[in-house]
């Protein structure tokens, strides 16, 4: 996996290819990368990209308590569950609370006992698998954006070697 030029972050996604210059590199083995920290776009010379680069953002392994509950109407109950991987755009939650797909809920995400748990305003339920629930972030301050990238950047996945 290359590292971001810019910043020198190992957490860097492929991306599809722009214009008629990078799908002629695209014979050299040559590919666009994109870091999800500073979102630098970069070549490198390496194997082919693929046609389907996935999700934006590559999850990491975390295990971190969870409390969330609906971002709109009335009921303010907190249910719990644990965070299982966690990126920039989404996250993996694993709950007994049974969520319809679709849903928006505020997510709470308690990261040490003594700070204050890192707030997401409004998240979306893209899939429900059994107990997991696959989550895309849709609204959170740049404050707790801030945070969510030091989180990520201090796991061993996300640091350079």
């Given at each position: ?15 599809p ?5 990078e799908?002629?590199l695209a014979?050299l ?10 979102s ?8 082919r ?12 392994s975390?295990r971190y ?13 907190l ?17 007994a ?28 339920v ?5 107990k997991r629930?696959?989550?895309e ?17 201090a ?7």
């Amino acid at each position: 996996m290359p590292y971001c030029p810019l910043c020198g972050i190992a957490l860097v996604k492929k991306v599809p290819r722009c214009g008629l210059r990078e799908n002629l590199l695209a014979w050299l083995m040559i590919g666009p990368y994109r870091c999800q920290f500073c979102s630098h776009r970069f070549l490198v010379i390496f194997g082919r990209i693929s046609f389907s680069p996935g999700r934006e953002h590559k999850r990491i392994s975390a295990r971190y308590p969870v409390y969330f509950r609906p971002a709109f109407g009335q009921d303010q109950v907190l249910a719990s569950g644990t965070l299982r991987d966690l990126s920039l755009g989404g996250c993996t939650i694993e709950t007994a609370v049974p969520v319809p797909k679709a849903s928006c809920l505020c997510l709470q995400v308690q990261v040490t006992e003594q700070g204050p748990p890192i707030q997401i305003d409004n998240a979306r339920v893209r899939t429900v698998n059994g107990k997991r629930l696959g989550l895309e972030f849709l609204s959170i301050t740049p404050d707790e954006e801030d945070r969510l990238r030091r989180l990520i950047l201090a796991m061993p996945q996300g640091r350079p070697s």
